[in-house]
T-cell receptor, first 110, second 123 residues
Framework: QKEVEQDPGPLSVPEGAIVSLNCTYSNSAFQYFMWYRQYSRKGPELLMY????GNKEDGRFTAQVDKSSKYISLFIRDSQPSDSATYLC??????????FGQGTTLQVKP | GAVVSQHPSRVICKSGTSVKIECRSL??????MFWYRQFPKKSLMLMAT?????????EQGVEKDKFLINHASLTLSTLTVTSAHPEDSSFYIC???????????????????FGPGTRLTVL
């Protein structure tokens, strides 16, 4: 079993839709959870991080962690064509190493 | 956020040659840098952790004699792919940990900033 599982998609939505991206993880010791956005042929950039359980909101983006079910989510409201990218969830081991999911490719159509 | 650069952004080489990739933290000092490899439509796989002034720590299955890592200063780490073969063709990405950043996380959990990646093609 992979430590972090993520549906690779692709996911295609119309502009303005609410997007839901999800990951599951296996190790209950993980404490930090991140979402990265990666445009084609570029390095990942951090969108949001969450410590332990709960929600965090930043503009159109909301990150959610449910440690009881080992489930992490990213919601994008009012999606825009510029949101089209690959979204990677990640968690941090106790040594600080990042463990990434496979990434979900999102396309927002005008 | 902090800026990390990589050079070159793209390299094409013949089989058997060696290729060096540089990773620089431009506006902060990074005692720890990381090297990742990413195949098309796949996740980032950590190859090794590079610590300034000491030997790199390689992940299981990564050949340390093939992927040489040097972290000679607080702002520069290099990855040399020795005797490259077509199966080494991939997207290589580095990241640098900013231990004194403003993320609110410290120590080993401090934020990592990623470079733009280097596309290596071995013919």
């Amino acid at each position: 079993q992979k430590e972090v599982e993520q549906d690779p998609g692709p996911l295609s939505v119309p502009e303005g839709a609410i997007v839901s991206l999800n990951c599951t993880y296996s190790n209950s010791a993980f404490q930090y959870f991140m979402w990265y956005r990666q445009y084609s042929r570029k390095g990942p950039e951090l969108l949001m991080y969450t410590y332990s359980s709960g929600n965090k909101e930043d503009g159109r983006f909301t990150a959610q962690v449910d440690k009881s079910s080992k489930y992490i989510s990213l919601f994008i409201r009012d999606s825009q064509p510029s949101d089209s990218a690959t979204y990677l969830c990640a968690t941090s081991s106790n040594t600080g190493k990042l463990i990434f999911g496979q990434g979900t490719t999102l396309q927002v159509k005008p | 956020g902090a800026v990390v650069s990589q050079h070159p952004s793209r390299v094409i080489c013949k089989s058997g040659t060696s290729v060096k990739i540089e990773c620089r933290s431009l506006d902060f000092q990074a005692t720890t840098m990381f090297w990742y490899r990413q195949f098309p439509k796949k996740s980032l796989m950590l190859m090794a952790t590079s610590n300034e002034g000491s030997k790199a720590t390689y992940e299981q299955g990564v050949e340390k004699d093939k992927f040489l890592i040097n972290h000679a200063s607080l702002t520069l780490s290099t990855l040399t792919v020795t005797s490259a073969h077509p199966e080494d063709s991939s997207f290589y990405i580095c990241s640098a940990r900013d231990p004194w950043g403003t993320s609110g996380r410290g120590g080993v959990f401090a934020e990592q900033f990623f470079g733009p990646g280097t596309r290596l093609t071995v013919l």
